[in-house]
């Protein structure tokens, strides 16, 4: 009898153990006083399509993918889609107010929101498991009125090498373990470098390559800067470049024997040699509001600029003339005056959608010629298998294939509602999956051609 009562009492300490340490990881992931993220299935084929070793290799580990060009290199993905659109395989709630798209990496996705007045950078695994959920400073507090209801975070977290690295719309910059979610290192951008807030906060995705990470505070001490990804350290700073903060992300690739950073600011497009941040050239380019939201168009020896709100858009030749860089301007024009949604290039034509110009547009790179224009549109664009994803701020998502031929849609759905605001997060291919960020949720589509 003694030996039974035993056995019994052994079986329920074990059971409260296990039950308190589920507990402890539960509570450890969801942090504190936060609601933790919910992943909801919504197929059954979610674990068989999971296992596919092509989704856990797949990676698009910064905003607009490994080249910054916004194309990802899949193929074998569907080229239509049925009239109710791709099959949601599983969604993600509880993200919280904002706007931030999703890196993939090492079998991780990492996104970011504002909850509570806090913001937090989130990774999952690719079944839409929270891994970890960490804070990254305050919640950006809205200071002028035309700002009003855009709250929440703007920045994709940035993988590279095991590491995030994740900036708030607070200028908090932050580098975490990928694994685990530790803080590394961190620095307040306003305070390191004598920087103003942004009217729609810091907007801008940090870009790391070697051992360097690039980042503009456009502060009195640093308007674009090099930090040593490990530490945080200061490499250099330039402080050269005309203007004030921009809400776009840089992208960086060789020209002229330099590896260029090219990036813009209130009033203005620059280049610098990511080496040293020597002013390599810079040019003129603004609206009458001063914001410049869209990430440079490199192609050889070309670069697309353009912004909304009446800003159009300008193709600028750069010229090597000896140790410096000169431009000169190819074509101008107000059409596909992009706001922040993104351009294309492919084959020789330029794809993406205008703001007061409104629509779908593709134009010729090397002329500007307006190829076609779709309905009055206005939204974020992404590339795959010769395919354009077009999801439009107002929630409709379209397949249209990449040509200067014809505008013609190949499915179209509504993306279900995630919360308050326009959906402006850039859309994601990867791994045979479409990612679509609405506010508080995260949508996934399977679209492999099985």
């Known amino acids: 009898m003694m030996k039974r009562y035993i056995s019994i009492s052994i079986l329920f300490l074990g059971v409260c153990a296990i039950f308190l340490s589920c507990q402890s990881n539960a509570q450890s992931a969801q942090g504190e006083n936060n609601q933790t993220p919910e992943a909801i299935p919504v197929t059954e084929s979610q674990n068989e399509i999971s296992s596919n070793t092509a989704l856990t290799d797949a990676e698009w580990p910064t905003f607009h993918g490994v080249d910054y060009q916004n194309k990802s290199q899949e193929t074998g993905l569907l080229k239509s889609w049925p009239e109710e659109g791709p099959e949601l395989i599983w969604e993600i709630s509880g993200l919280g107010e904002g706007y931030a798209s999703v890196s993939i990496a090492d079998g991780m996705l990492f996104t970011s929101g504002s909850l509570n007045d806090q913001s937090f950078v989130f990774a999952y695994d690719l079944d839409g498991n929270l891994i970890w959920k960490k804070p990254n400073g305050s919640a950006w507090d809205v ?15 940035t993988y590279n090498e095991g590491i ?5 719309e607070a200028s908090r910059l932050a580098a975490y373990n990928a ?3 530790n803080e590394i ?3 307040n951008l306003m305070n390191d470098f004598d920087a103003d807030m942004p009217d729609y906060g810091f907007s801008e995705s940090v870009r790391v390559e070697g051992e360097k990470l690039f980042v503009r505070p456009a502060g009195r001490k640093g308007v674009q800067v090099c930090l040593d990804k490990m530490t945080g350290e200061t490499i250099w700073v330039n402080n050269e470049i005309s203007g004030t903060n921009a809400y776009n992300s840089a992208v960086l690739y060789d020209f002229a024997g330099y590896r ?10 620059y280049g610098l040699d990511s080496e040293t941040g020597e002013l390599l050239w810079e040019t003129n380019f603004a609206n009458i509001y001063e914001v410049n939201a869209t990430d440079p168009v490199f192609v050889d020896d070309y670069v697309l600029m353009t912004n909304g709100l009446g800003g159009g858009s300008e193709l600028i030749r750069l010229i090597p003339n000896g140790s410096q860089i000169t431009t000169e301007t ?3 024009t107000d059409l596909m005056d992009n706001y922040h949604g993104g351009v294309i290039y492919h084959e020789g034509y330029l794809y993406g ?9 593709c134009l010729d790179l090397l002329t500007g010629e307006q190829m076609w224009k779709s309905s009055p549109r206005m939204g974020s664009i992404t590339f795959a298998d010769g395919m354009l994803y077009l999801y439009d701020e107002k929630g409709t998502m379209s397949l249209v294939e990449a040509t200067p031929e014809k505008f013609e849609k190949s499915g179209e759905f ?4 995630g919360g308050e605001g326009p959906n402006w997060a850039h859309p994601v291919v990867c791994g045979g999956r479409l990612y679509l960020r609405h506010a508080d949720r995260l949508f996934v589509y399977d679209i492999q051609n099985h």
């Open 414 to 417: 509504e993306v279900p509602d």
């Open 353 to 361: 959608s205008g703001d007061r110009s409104r629509g779908w547009f």
């Open 330 to 332: 190819v074509w101008e």
């Open 185 to 187: 290192w961190a620095r």
């Open 143 to 157: 200071e002028v009125s035309w700002a009003a209801g855009y709250d929440g975070s703007r920045c994709t977290p």
């Open 164 to 168: 995030v690295y994740h900036l708030s």
């Open 260 to 269: 260029q950073l090219v990036s813009c600011s209130s009033d203005s497009y």
């Open 179 to 181: 694994q685990n979610g």
